[in-house]
């Protein structure tokens, strides 16, 4: 069964880390274009960190979160990490991870493969 499910994610306050994790079953995720997706309350979705697949390796991330969130593979758990540092309460909402083999930076429908999204939230 193909699957991604996205973990981590929790309450944290302003300036403060989390890690998110997208976990693949049934796939390589190695062999995918990866993205984290974030919608906040009341706006659309966007992206945030894109990385592509094994044969690129490059990176891409949103202006906003740029110097603060960094998108990596552990392969050895067929798995893609955001790892956010400096949270802001800007940075709250349901975080959605995508893959797909010609996944091309935030443009959703070329990713096959989304996760059920876990929801972080930034306060004090």
């Known amino acids: 069964q193909v699957q991604l499910v996205e973990s981590g994610g929790g309450l944290v306050q302003p300036g403060g880390s989390l890690r998110l994790s997208c976990t693949a079953s049934?796939?390589?995720?190695?062999?995918?274009?990866v993205c984290w997706f974030r919608q906040a309350p009341g706006k659309e979705r966007e992206g945030v960190a894109q990385?592509?697949?094994?044969?690129?390796?490059?990176?891409y991330y949103a202006d906003s979160v740029k110097g603060r969130f960094t998108i990596s593979r552990d392969n050895a758990k067929n798995a893609v990490v955001l790892q956010m540092n400096s949270l802001n309460p800007d940075d709250t909402g349901v975080y959605y991870c995508?893959?797909?083999?010609?996944?091309?930076?935030?443009?959703?429908?070329?990713?096959?493969?989304w996760g059920q999204g876990t929801q972080v939230t930034v306060s004090s």
């Open positions: 995508a893959a797909g083999p010609k996944g091309t930076f935030y443009h959703e429908p070329t990713y096959d493969f």
């Open positions: 049934g796939f390589t995720l190695d062999y995918y274009a």
């Open positions: 990385i592509a697949n094994s044969e690129g390796g490059s990176r």
